[in-house]
């Protein structure tokens, strides 16, 4: 109940398409859902992140689509460029707790 | 803002001896700090959480004789591993918190390889 499931594993994307990545969860009392790109040899870093009161959030040409009564999250990535060449893991956490669960990674390429 | 720097980012030393990574957050303070531990091409696998003064929780199954923690003030913590082993060998990184309800920082990691 406390994994998060994480799909696709790899991923290769054409210049200028949409990067989709789901993840899933089972615990309802989930209310934080992060998204990090890592790059390797570096620590992973914040992209973007949404709670469940709200169904999307869109920073730049990343969005997050929230689906609560699916209990599912996807990241969008519009635009890909080879520079989102990158593992992009999701994550989950619940109030009082500060821990993540994290998904298992999705090594996304972008073609040039 | 949000800087977490981790210090060494690589060490390579042989085995049996004992290795300190330290975790600092430099334009904040961390009350909580997290260690990780990555494996090649897989997810990172949190070793313990750390607190401000007090001792820290590790996560099951992770050897707390084995990885010492210390977080003696509000922008450092560090992670000693004890008597190395080449199954130590791992990439190991750091986390903080800005507040409560807020996302964790990582810092860039340091690659340990026990020879």
């Known amino acids: 109940q406390q994994q998060v499931k994480q799909s696709p594993q790899s991923l290769i994307v054409q210049k200028g398409g949409i990067s989709i990545i789901n993840c899933a969860y089972e615990?309802?009392?989930?209310?934080?859902f992060p998204w990090y790109q890592q790059f390797p040899g570096k620590g992973p870093a914040l992209l973007i992140a949404i709670r469940p009161d709200v169904s999307e959030k869109k920073e730049g040409r990343f969005t997050i689509s929230f689906n609560k009564s699916a209990k599912q999250f996807s990241l969008h990535i519009m635009d890909s460029q080879p520079g989102d060449s990158a593992t992009y893991f999701c994550a989950a956490s619940w109030r009082g707790t500060y821990k993540y669960i994290f998904g298992t990674g999705t090594r996304l390429k972008v073609l040039a | 803002g949000a800087v977490v720097s981790q210090h060494p980012s690589r060490v390579i030393c042989k085995s049996g001896t004992s290795v300190k990574i330290e975790c600092r957050s430099l334009d904040f303070q961390a009350t909580t700090m997290f260690w990780y531990r990555q494996f090649p091409k897989q997810s990172l696998m949190l070793m313990a959480t750390s607190n401000e003064g007090s001792k820290a929780t590790y996560e099951q199954g992770v050897e707390k004789d084995k990885f010492l923690i210390n977080h003696a003030s509000l922008t450092l913590s560090t992670l000693t591993v004890t008597s190395a082993h080449p199954e130590d060998s791992s990439f190991y990184i750091c986390?903080?918190?800005?507040?409560?309800?807020?996302?964790?920082?990582f810092g860039d990691g340091t690659r340990l390889s026990i020879l």
């Open positions: 986390s903080a918190k800005t507040g409560v309800d807020q996302p964790q920082h």
């Open positions: 615990n309802t009392a989930f209310d934080y």
